[in-house]
Structure formats: structure tokens, C-alpha cells
């Protein structure tokens, strides 16, 4: 028969029990006290008239606990009850033994004739029982244990009689075991009560936590009969109870708030039934109980953030799961909005376990990476400062809703602002001069440090009381402002938010701040040497005058937009007489100086007369644009008195000649290319003629000196007139030779020496140059095969009209092969007119050249004969800085400021395009120190050697120091 009630697995086999002969057995559903089976010999002593309730097989009087113990009301810690038998027929003076198992209650019924002691048919039941027993008498010894308890039959056998203290002992478990049953014993005996308390056994199995329970059984004089002890291993429990605390206080300590919504349809839909700590922190209530039971609604959130909620929770009861970053807009937080659906057992939906996790940082941050790549883009297109800034500005505004973020700069000059700030304050700031700006922040960070400084009230600020009614109008009260410096801690600008009210910035805001100066920083520097670069390409660095491409440029657009009725322009062109001699007696320097002394006296010259284009062309050659020829003589006059008085050069007065070419824009002469030809015939002819100056006529156009040149030129090729010299090149920083560039050399028998700018201008115009560049080159390398330095590069210097020659690339190879010499071991310098005609045939040629392996070198860079986006478009190995900035890098010349930043910014545009940089013309240790400081890596002059024949040139390179990687 089946003794198992519906859906319940008895933990030991009840059916093999209920058949075992001499027991007296029934099993009872709890609630109902119904008999659900009977042992047959039980049945054989039930009179018939009791029925099939066991609350009538026991004695009326104890009734009453039966059945509040059958219904649970007494705890469970007592799993045995005794109860007397109904005083009737053969159960009369019985005892009903019952035991709670999850089949149900099973009872034992032990009779007088048992005898003693525990009845065989209680000790059959108990012995089959799973739960571990043991009955103790009044003195706390061992009458009984059940197989449960102890499976080894000699140990249960032996433990009989003995104390827990002496069973300890025997069986050498921990002395705190028996101390521990000896209290709980003793506290069951006083309180009258069931006491149960846990301890842990170290087992084969490992540690395992076992529930104890002492119940003492009292007779009816109060005095103690037996005391029963029962014992569960709720290892796994404990365990499960541990992850399941851990669980939850993971869950409530979690720093993203977490809450249950009911979705069960009825009154509680949508109501919360749990949340955890994080949510309290939300600021939406004052204790998180006073939440429990409401809905969206009334949680606080404002209009936006609340319809926004609703519309998730709407789409979670579609989708059943959803996932998903938001913006509150009313609380301008991100949050990550996460949640599930719960089901019951049987499927149904119960609750939705929402997650809102605070992910505004993370998205700010995200935010600002974006402006940063974006503002990286905008200075890479070259887009104008206000608009690299702009992103940056709108990354932090993020950090700060109500604030606006903007920078000040461009404090070398008039202040500008990059930023959305209002129109009042815009005109404030750009009137607040640079050395205010400056004053200001020297004393606020004498040291500069660069951190931000919090001004929660300007309107009060003594600072500036000056500016108090202007910051009111603008309607600025609070700032947050960092000082931004250059590597040389000037100051360059000031990033600032600013409030319109009195108020604490938000948090993290100054660490943003902080983070986004370096890069606005960055910008700020670049946009200054990109300036600083503009100014080398179209200024000339020494006298600050502008250079003859954007001279050109500036004639070109002037005569395009000249009305048709307008005065006719006339171009001046004006050169030094004996600057030479100057140059050659004095000193570069000292020439450098006139040079300045001049342009400065041609400004003087424009307050009187109507001068347009002020520029030095080159060398000693300056030319300005006359908007009416009517204005000739008079411009003539006033250039003649300027230039009347002497010049303080080296503590001397030296008197110094100049002439002035015209030419007026007409018919046959509307181009500035024709202008300028026509202008330099006419200061040639008034040169000649020993007058200050001479209006152009085609009459007057031969040019002798030309004419001989180009004669003697044909001669010195034909009789090998032409010889080379070596200038050696070192590096800065440790005097290594590493180079030498062949110089061309002229001695004419009549002539006698003359000068490269003279006649390698006519070489070009004739055609001659190509001639006579081959026939360098060829040269060069055979003598370079003489040296016995491993790594020395030669330079060789190339015309324009060479470079443009198709058959250029050709030529090189040919004469590498002839000589031998290696082709990565050669450098072709080549000036920046060298490509202003034909960029894309320069372009082709040298990529032709490089693909040989030869180097390539800009010479007299900064010159003004290119444009530097020209500049940066040439495949270059490797930049020259002319002679002329050398000479302004001494710190008691005018200019040398200027000189040392168009230098520094030229290094540094190198390095960063991976160009070696050469100077050239370095003639004093002071210079070579300055160029050590800025980077420059190689550098040639006379400090190191002058131009030196072959020969000279090999005896040099042993005996200079330098050779063996030492400074001279």
C-alpha cells in the first residue's frame, strides 16, 4: 500500500516500516488528525466503536495539546509528542509516542507489558527515523541514540550510560562541544522550555553546522523524566541563508538604485514594493518606507523626467525587458535604465526589478572626448580659434547646465573671446587691456599655478571695483576661471564659466576645467605660432616689413581692384648703395642693423606720403606702392631728405646712399611681374647715373653690366674659370661633422671676383644656369669621393630653372653613377622661388629625386618668396634658416625677440613634420647657444669654418675637434 500523502516523498521507505512485524504503527495527516494507515497489529487492538480520528484513540484530557501541536501552534523545535492512549479495552494505560515527518504524523503506541525502558516498538520506529535522536535522562546521560544520530552501532551501543563531557573525551572531540550541551541541558531544566542553539562539527565531509534542540519531558509531579534531543545538519541552509543575506545587502548597499514594481493588474499596479538605499539617495523622499506603496506619480520627479519614466515603464510591459541610456531633462542627469519582468512559479507576471544606474559622468566624459576629437579636426582644417573652441566649450557646459563656458584670449594684443557669451559682455572683455589681464592674475597667481579660482560675487570683488557697473550690465556674478600659460608661464588667455546669480559651482566642475586648459592650451599655442608662421611667410623677420611674395600678392590685388578712373599707381623699387661695403667692412650684423634702420625710416615715410605695400624684397632691395603717380616727386623729395642724415652703425655715423626706381602702372605695363622688371631698369639706370632716382622709359633700358656678365659667363665655363669650396656643417649640440655644402666661386681675369647673387641671376636669365648647376653637381660629387668620413653628406645647391628641367632627375643619376658617390648621401637645396612657378613639375622632380634616395633641403626658408601651406605641400627631407635670422638671435639687436620666436616655430613645425633643420650663417658662440636651446639640430658658418677649397677641406675635417663627437 501507498503510505505517501499527494505530492510528498517520505525521506525513509515508510512502507517497508509499516510492514515490519510487532509494530504498532499509524500514520495521521496532520490538519484533519485523519488516520490515513494503520499497522496490522495496531489494527488488531482498536475497538471499532473509537472511528477513524485519532484525537479518539487518546485520552480526552490531553487532547487539547494534540491537536495544537498536530496544527503547528506549538514550535517546531518539538517534533515528539507523548500523549496517553484512550482508558479503553487493550489501550489502556498506553502511551501514543508521535513523531512530525514530512508523509505526515507518525504514532507509536507502547503498552505496560513492554516492560521498562524504552518500548521495542518505540525503538524500531526511532531507529528508522532519518532525524538525528538521542534521549538523555535527568542527569544528562546517554539512554538512547537512533542510527541518525550515530551510524557506528559500537558507538552507539558504547555511548550509553555516558555524559557528553565523557563521550567527548572518548571519542576526542573538542572539549567546547560537551561545555556547550552542558548550558543548553541546564537552561532547558530552568526554564521549563525547549532551548535550540547551532554548532559546528568538523566532519570527513568537512565543517558542517548542525541545529540542536533539548526538549525536556517532565511527569506528573513536575519532575524531570527524560530530556530528547534532536539534531538537523542545515549546512546547506546556512550556506543558502548566507548567499541569500549577501544577496541582499549587495542589492540594498548598491550605489545604483534598485526598486520593485507590483505589475500584478489590480489596485497595487505599478506600485513600489521595494527599494533599496541608493534609491533613498535619489532626494525624492525623506525615508524610503514613506515610498513603499506608491506609484511614478507621486515620487517627486518633475514633469519632463516623470512623463519620460512613464513611457519606459510603458514599453517594459510590451517588451518585457528593456535596456537603455536617457536623459531627465529636468534633473539634466543620464541614467541607464534597466529592468526585468518577475513571473511566478506558474509563469505569470508578478513584478518588474527596475535598475536606474547614475551614468551622467560616463556620458559627459564621452561627450567631451567627442569636442576634443572634433575641436582636433577643426585645427587641423585650420578653421579659425572661436570655432576649434567651440566644441570644447559646449563639452563643458555639460558639466555645468545654466553655466556658459568661454575663453579669453589673445592677450598680445586687443583680447578676444571665444564663446557664446552675451553681447555686454563680450564688449567688456575685449576693453579690458592686456595689462589689466595680466595684473590681475599676477596677483591672483603670483606662482603660476594654474588652478581655478572661484569668485562667487564680482559685483563686490575690490579687484575690480572699476568694472563693477560693466559686470552688471553684462550680466555676469559668479565665475569659475582658469588662467591659461604657455611653456614660458606668460599668460595666454583665461577659460572661465560664468553665472548670472551668486552661486557655488556644480561638482567636479573644477577637475573638468582643469583637464579641458591643457587642450584649450594647446590650441591657444598653436593658433599663436600658426600666426607667428603667417607672419615668416608673409613678413620679412628683420625689419618686419612685408616680403616680397605677399608684396607681389598685395600689388596684384590692388591693381585688380583699382577703378578704371582712378590715379595711375606707380611702383617703387629702391636698393642701398655700398651696402656691400658695409656688410664686408662691419660685419653681417652691423648690415643687419642699416637694414632696420632703413624700413624704419620708409615707415616715417609713409605719414607723410601716401605709401601702400611697405616691403623689403630681398638683400638691400625695398618697395612700396605710390597710389598716384602724381605724388612721384614729391615721395622722391621726402625719401632723399630721410635718407639724408647718417646712419649710427657700431658706434659710427656712416653715410649711405640709395636708389629709387619708378614705374607706373600703364597700358604695356599693368602686371606686377612688368612693374617690377620695370622699376628694377630704372633703379639700375639711376645707379648708374649716380641720381637718387629714375622714372622708367623703354628708352632707357640696356643694362651693360648684364650684357658683360652674360659674355664672361660663356668664358668662364669655356676656360674652367669656376671652382668650389666646402663649408663644413656640424651638429649644435655636440659639434659632429655631418655635412658640407659646395659654395660655387667666380674669378675673372677683368672682372676679377664675382659675386653668386650677380651672376647666377644672369646664369638664369640666359639659360646658362643649366650648364652651369651640371657641371657643379658633376664636380661636387667627384670631390666628396675624397673624404674618408664615413656618414658625411654633401649639399649642392639648385637653380629653379635646373628643377624644372624634365631631364633633371636624369642628370642626378647619371652623375651619382659617374662618381660613385651614394645617393642617400646627397642633398640638393634648392631656395623657395625654386618651386613658386610650376609647383606640380617641383613636386614631380622631387619625388622622382627621393625616390633615388636623395635629400632634399629647403634653403633660405623664411625668406618671403613662399606661401607656408606652398611650404608644407613639398616633399623636404630637411629646412635652412637664412643667415639674416642668425644675425637678429643676439639679444642687443632690434628684432632679436621676433627672430628667436620665427626660429623656435620653424623648429618646432619641423619636428613636428619630421624635418631636420640647418642654420645657416652662425657666426657667435651666443647664437650657437640659442640654437642649442631651441632644438635646431645642424647648423654652418663662420663660427665652424668659412667656404674651404678641397683640399683645406680634407686638412680640416682632421683636425677639428668635433670629429671625434666632441664640442670644439
Not at 618668396?865 to 639687436?893: G, N
Request: glycine residues 8%.
Amino acid at each position: 500500500m501507498d503510505f505517501r500523502l499527494p505530492g510528498t516523498e517520505p525521506l525513509f521507505d515508510m512502507a517497508q516500516l509499516f510492514e515490519a512485524p510487532s509494530l504498532r504503527l499509524c500514520l495521521i495527516e496532520p490538519e484533519s488528525a485523519r488516520l490515513l494507515a494503520v499497522s496490522p497489529d495496531l489494527r488488531q487492538l482498536i475497538p471499532e466503536n473509537l472511528g477513524e480520528s485519532f484525537d479518539g484513540w487518546c485520552d480526552p484530557d490531553d487532547r487539547y495539546w494534540l491537536d495544537r501541536w498536530l496544527q503547528g501552534a506549538v514550535p517546531e523545535s518539538m517534533p515528539y509528542l507523548t500523549v496517553a492512549a484512550v482508558q479503553e479495552g487493550q489501550l489502556a494505560g498506553g502511551q501514543w509516542h508521535l513523531l512530525r515527518q514530512p508523509s505526515g504524523v507518525v504514532g507509536v503506541l507502547s503498552l505496560p507489558s513492554d516492560g521498562p525502558g524504552f518500548s521495542p516498538m518505540v525503538t524500531a520506529l526511532l531507529d528508522h527515523l532519518p532525524t538525528d535522536l538521542a534521549v538523555l535522562d535527568a542527569h544528562g546521560r546517554y539512554l538512547y541514540t537512533n542510527r541518525a544520530a550515530i551510524r557506528d552501532d559500537s558507538v552507539r551501543q558504547g555511548i550509553i550510560g555516558m555524559t557528553d563531557r565523557q563521550y567527548v573525551e572518548w571519542r576526542g572531540h573538542p572539549l567546547r562541544l560537551a561545555e556547550l550541551r552542558e548550558e543548553q541541558f541546564r537552561r532547558a531544566i530552568a526554564t521549563r522550555q525547549p532551548q535550540q542553539w547551532e554548532e559546528v562539527l568538523e566532519t570527513p565531509q568537512g565543517l558542517r553546522t548542525f541545529r540542536r534542540s533539548y526538549i525536556p519531558v517532565w511527569s506528573a509531579q513536575g519532575e524531570l523524566q527524560l530530556m530528547l534531543g534532536y539534531g538537523t545538519d542545515i549546512t546547506q541552509s546556512v550556506a543558502q541563508a548566507r548567499q541569500v543575506g549577501l544577496l541582499e545587502r549587495v542589492v540594498l548597499t548598491s550605489r545604483d538604485p534598485t526598486m520593485l514594481l507590483d505589475a500584478s493588474p489590480g489596485e497595487h499596479y505599478r506600485q513600489l514594493v521595494y527599494a533599496n538605499l541608493a534609491f533613498e539617495r535619489l532626494g525624492l523622499c525623506s525615508t524610503l518606507q514613506s515610498l513603499i506603496g506608491t506609484r511614478l506619480s507621486e515620487w517627486g520627479f518633475g514633469r519632463r523626467d516623470e512623463s519620460l519614466l512613464g513611457s519606459l515603464l510603458d514599453r517594459l510591459e510590451l517588451e518585457g525587458s528593456l535596456e537603455i541610456e536617457v536623459l531627465l531633462p529636468d534633473r539634466q542627469q543620464w541614467v541607464e535604465f534597466s529592468a526585468q519582468a518577475i513571473h511566478n512559479d506558474q509563469g505569470n507576471l508578478t513584478h518588474w526589478a527596475v535598475h536606474l544606474r547614475n551614468v551622467t559622468a560616463r556620458k559627459r566624459t564621452e561627450q567631451l572626448r567627442h569636442s576634443r576629437l572634433q575641436a582636433g579636426t577643426f585645427s587641423v582644417e585650420g578653421r579659425s580659434i572661436p570655432e576649434v573652441l567651440a566644441p570644447l566649450l559646449a563639452g563643458i557646459q555639460q558639466w555645468a547646465p545654466g553655466w556658459t563656458a568661454a575663453v579669453v584670449f589673445g592677450l598680445d594684443g586687443v583680447a578676444r573671446v571665444a564663446g557664446d557669451v552675451s553681447r555686454a559682455f563680450r564688449r567688456w572683455l575685449t576693453r579690458v587691456t592686456s595689462a589689466e589681464f595680466r595684473a590681475i592674475w599676477a596677483e591672483r597667481d603670483p606662482q603660476h599655478l594654474g588652478r581655478p579660482h572661484h569668485h562667487r560675487d564680482l559685483w563686490h570683488e575690490p579687484q575690480l571695483a572699476v568694472h563693477h557697473q560693466k559686470l552688471r550690465r553684462a550680466g555676469i556674478r559668479s565665475t569659475v576661471e582658469v588662467p591659461l600659460y604657455d611653456h614660458a608661464s606668460q599668460l595666454l588667455g583665461v577659460l572661465f564659466l560664468s553665472y548670472p546669480a551668486i552661486s557655488e559651482p556644480p561638482a567636479l566642475v573644477a577637475d573638468v576645467l582643469i583637464d579641458e586648459a591643457s587642450a584649450v592650451t594647446l590650441y591657444l599655442e598653436r593658433d599663436r605660432q600658426r600666426h607667428q608662421l603667417e607672419l615668416l611667410a608673409y613678413s620679412d623677420p628683420l625689419t618686419g616689413l612685408l616680403n616680397r611674395f605677399a608684396f607681389l600678392k598685395h600689388v596684384e590685388t590692388q591693381l585688380a581692384s583699382r577703378p578704371a578712373d582712378a590715379p595711375r599707381p606707380a611702383l617703387a623699387l629702391l636698393d642701398l648703395d655700398r651696402f656691400k661695403q658695409v656688410n664686408d667692412g662691419l660685419g653681417h650684423a652691423v648690415g643687419d642693423v642699416l637694414l632696420t634702420q632703413v624700413a624704419q625710416r620708409l615707415r616715417r615715410l609713409s605719414s607723410s606720403v601716401a605709401l601702400d605695400g611697405l616691403a623689403r624684397l630681398g638683400g638691400d632691395e625695398f618697395a612700396f606702392l605710390l597710389q598716384d603717380e602724381a605724388q612721384i616727386d614729391a615721395a622722391t623729395t621726402a625719401t632723399e631728405v630721410l635718407f639724408a642724415p647718417p646712419f649710427l652703425l657700431a658706434g659710427r655715423a656712416v653715410h649711405t646712399g640709395l636708389s629709387l626706381g619708378w614705374s607706373v602702372v600703364s597700358p604695356s605695363a599693368s602686371e606686377v611681374g612688368t612693374l617690377l622688371r620695370q622699376a628694377d631698369a630704372a633703379m639700375y639706370i639711376a645707379k648708374r647715373s649716380q641720381a637718387m632716382a629714375h622714372r622708367y622709359s623703354p628708352a632707357a633700358q640696356p643694362r651693360h653690366r648684364a650684357l658683360a656678365l652674360e659674355q664672361a659667363l660663356h668664358e668662364g665655363l669655356e676656360q674652367q674659370q669656376f671652382h668650389l669650396v666646402y663649408q663644413p656643417q656640424v651638429r649644435v649640440q655636440d659639434g659632429t661633422v655631418c655635412g658640407a655644402e659646395a659654395l660655387l666661386r667666380w674669378e675673372h681675369p677683368v672682372l676679377g671676383v664675382v659675386a653668386p647673387d650677380e651672376f647666377i641671376v644672369v646664369a638664369e636669365a640666359t639659360g646658362l644656369i643649366v650648364r652651369l648647376g651640371n657641371w657643379v653637381l658633376r664636380r661636387a660629387c667627384q670631390d666628396a669621393r675624397r673624404w674618408k668620413h664615413p656618414t658625411l653628406r654633401l649639399s649642392v645647391n639648385i637653380s629653379a630653372v635646373q628643377l624644372a628641367q624634365v631631364s633633371f632627375p636624369e642628370m642626378v643619376r647619371t652623375a651619382l653613377q659617374q662618381s660613385g658617390w651614394p645617393a642617400e648621401r646627397l642633398v640638393l637645396e634648392i631656395t623657395e622661388t625654386g618651386f613658386l612657378t610650376d609647383l606640380a613639375l617641383t613636386q614631380t622632380s622631387l619625388q622622382s629625386l627621393r625616390a633615388q634616395g636623395v635629400r632634399v633641403s629647403l634653403d633660405d626658408f623664411g625668406t618671403g618668396y613662399s606661401s607656408l601651406a606652398q611650404v608644407l605641400e613639398l616633399p623636404l627631407d630637411e629646412v635652412k634658416i637664412d643667415r639674416r635670422f642668425m644675425q637678429a638671435l643676439d639679444d642687443s639687436l632690434p628684432g632679436s625677440a621676433g627672430a628667436r620666436a620665427i626660429v623656435q616655430s620653424t623648429v618646432a613645425l619641423s619636428s613636428v613634420l619630421g624635418l631636420t633643420v640647418v642654420a645657416e650663417g652662425v657666426e657667435r658662440e651666443t647664437q650657437r647657444e640659442v640654437l642649442e636651446q631651441l632644438g635646431c639640430e645642424v647648423m654652418q658658418g663662420w663660427l665652424v669654418a668659412p667656404g674651404l677649397p678641397v683640399a683645406a677641406f680634407d686638412r680640416w675635417l682632421v683636425s677639428w675637434p668635433g670629429q671625434s663627437g666632441g664640442r670644439p
